[in-house]
């Protein structure tokens, strides 16, 4: 699997050094990485745990998994964020993070469903926290056996969702029905979606992105808590799978010889680091759409449903055959990023927020065609679980 990092040339270079004698060295076999994708849908012998092993898998940022769960009683839980999986320098106040966890609901939500439970969710049950999350619960939830729940349409598509960190297929245009249809399956508090395949709409926006990378990566400590979290081959990403994973036989050719390594990509004179930085514009100039969400205000609420509105227009992505890749960068809330955080609010026609009571964009996606790819690491689903107390 190529991630967000991951870099396309030298590869061959790698091979050729490590030999042909060493093939066996660039297979990565991340069977037990994906194994939560296989679980997801077995039956645990509680419904809990059954909606979880799909919540799992909910989309998250840096794949930083943040969720941990507490079970009460007999149907009911208890959301916590797990504070060390922050990102306090590309995500100071954690709203990208609390977005994950806002997906990791409506994935529960939609799964419980399945199994016919409601679910009665009390968002922030001891309040908000602000400036940061902090150890008070994110929600609480109960299961309600409910014969005449309605299930959700979406929730075929859990299994196959994808992030795809690849380029877009640039002969395949995205059109205006297909995106007009993501937007259709947001509920009222989801968030609203907006969508852009103008040529010109697409070139600002192109170059915002593009200008908000560089930022993110030319900034030491935002690109080194990146690089901080990269799972650098088999051994690492089935031993550790979260964070950004550098998977496949190039990453393997060049983590055995010595290309590919956490003091290389920091190191802005290297061919790791130029690549790195050369892969993700490709990435960002194969978009053939780009689209926007965004919320009313910047409440700890609005962003968790927020997440719910990321996930299911991702769903409808799915069932679109449309790839979608979440751009983060511009909308992130460190100093050095200001500038172009102002510009992409006015790029889509609102004014950027002061305030958490002002709208704002919480998600920027780009869209378009690219082949199925494999689905990322998960841990397991026992070990997000926590004991009482």
Same mark, same amino acid.
């Given at each position: 699997?190529?991630?967000?990092?991951?870099?396309?040339?030298?590869?061959? &270079?790698? %091979?050729?050094?490590?030999?042909? &004698?060493?093939?066996?060295?660039?297979?990565?076999?991340?069977?037990?990485a994906?194994?939560?994708?296989? !679980?997801?849908?077995?039956?645990?012998?509680?419904?809990?745990?059954?909606?979880?092993s799909?919540?799992?898998?909910?989309?998250n940022?840096? +794949?930083?998994?943040?969720?941990?769960? *507490?079970?009460?009683?007999?149907?009911? @839980?208890? #959301?916590?964020?797990?504070?060390d999986?922050?990102?306090?320098?590309?995500?100071?106040?954690? *709203?990208?993070?609390?977005?994950?966890l806002?997906?990791?609901?409506?994935?529960l939500?939609?799964? &419980?469903?399945?199994?016919?439970?409601?679910?009665?969710?009390?968002?922030?049950?001891?309040?908000?926290?602000?400036?940061?999350?902090?150890?008070?619960?994110?929600?609480?939830?109960?299961?309600?056996? !409910?014969?005449?729940?309605?299930?959700?349409p979406?929730?075929?598509?859990?299994?196959?969702?994808?992030?795809?960190?690849?380029?877009?297929d640039?002969?395949?245009?995205?059109?205006?029905?297909?995106?007009?249809?993501?937007?259709?399956?947001?509920?009222?508090?989801?968030g609203?979606?907006?969508?852009?395949?103008?040529?010109?709409?697409?070139?600002q926006?192109?170059s +915002?992105?593009?200008?908000?990378?560089?930022?993110? %990566?030319?900034?030491t400590?935002?690109?080194?808590?990146?690089? *901080?979290?990269?799972?650098?081959?088999?051994?690492e990403?089935?031993?550790?799978? !979260?964070?950004?994973?550098?998977?496949g036989?190039?990453?393997?050719? @060049?983590?055995v =010889?010595?290309?590919?390594?956490r003091?290389n990509?920091?190191d802005?004179?290297?061919?790791?680091?130029?690549?790195?930085k050369?892969?993700?514009?490709d990435?960002?100039?194969?978009? @053939?759409?780009?689209?926007?969400?965004?919320?009313?205000?910047?409440?700890?609420?609005?962003?968790?449903?927020?997440?719910?509105?990321?996930?299911?227009?991702?769903?409808?992505?799915?069932?679109?055959?449309?790839? @979608?890749?979440?751009?983060?960068?511009?909308?992130q809330?460190?100093?050095?990023m200001?500038?172009?955080?102002?510009? %992409?609010?006015?790029?889509?026609?609102?004014?950027?927020?002061?305030?958490?009571? !002002?709208?704002?964009?919480?998600? #920027?996606?780009?869209?378009?065609?690219?082949?199925?790819?494999?689905?990322?690491?998960?841990?397991?689903?026992?070990?997000?679980?926590? =004991?009482?107390?």
């Amino acid at each position: 699997m190529f991630s967000r990092r991951a870099l396309l040339i030298t590869g061959a &270079a790698s %091979i050729a050094i490590i030999g042909t &004698a060493g093939y066996r060295l660039l297979h990565s076999d991340l069977t037990i990485a994906r194994q939560p994708w296989a !679980d997801a849908g077995q039956s645990f012998g509680d419904a809990r745990l059954d909606a979880l092993s799909y919540a799992v898998l909910a989309p998250n940022p840096h +794949n930083r998994q943040p969720w941990l769960v *507490r079970l009460d009683g007999e149907d009911a @839980m208890t #959301l916590f964020c797990d504070l060390d999986r922050l990102l306090p320098e590309t995500d100071p106040p954690n *709203r990208q993070i609390t977005i994950g966890l806002g997906a990791f609901l409506e994935l529960l939500r939609q799964a &419980a469903a399945e199994g016919g439970y409601r679910l009665d969710i009390t968002q922030f049950p001891e309040g908000e926290p602000q400036p940061v999350l902090d150890a008070r619960p994110v929600a609480h939830i109960r299961f309600i056996h !409910d014969t005449e729940v309605s299930r959700d349409p979406l929730f075929g598509l859990a299994l196959t969702r994808r992030t795809v960190r690849a380029p877009f297929d640039q002969t395949r245009l995205v059109g205006h029905d297909v995106l007009t249809e993501l937007g259709s399956v947001l509920r009222p508090n989801d968030g609203s979606f907006d969508w852009t395949n103008d040529p010109m709409d697409m070139g600002q926006i192109q170059s +915002n992105s593009l200008d908000s990378w560089a930022i993110e %990566i030319g900034t030491t400590r935002t690109h080194q808590e990146s690089t *901080r979290l990269m799972r650098i081959g088999e051994s690492e990403i089935n031993t550790n799978p !979260d964070g950004i994973s550098l998977a496949g036989p190039v990453m393997e050719g @060049m983590r055995v =010889a010595g290309i590919i390594t956490r003091e290389n990509l920091d190191d802005k004179q290297s061919t790791a680091y130029r690549e790195t930085k050369k892969f993700y514009d490709d990435l960002i100039n194969s978009s @053939m759409a780009f689209g926007w969400l965004t919320t009313p205000s910047n409440s700890r609420t609005d962003q968790l449903n927020a997440g719910a509105g990321w996930i299911r227009i991702h769903l409808a992505a799915t069932r679109a055959g449309l790839a @979608m890749h979440p751009l983060s960068q511009a909308l992130q809330e460190f100093p050095e990023m200001a500038e172009k955080f102002e510009e %992409i609010h006015g790029l889509i026609g609102m004014a950027a927020p002061s305030t958490i009571a !002002d709208a704002r964009i919480q998600g #920027l996606f780009r869209f378009g065609y690219a082949p199925y790819s494999a689905p990322a690491p998960r841990w397991p689903l026992q070990t997000r679980l926590i =004991a009482d107390g």
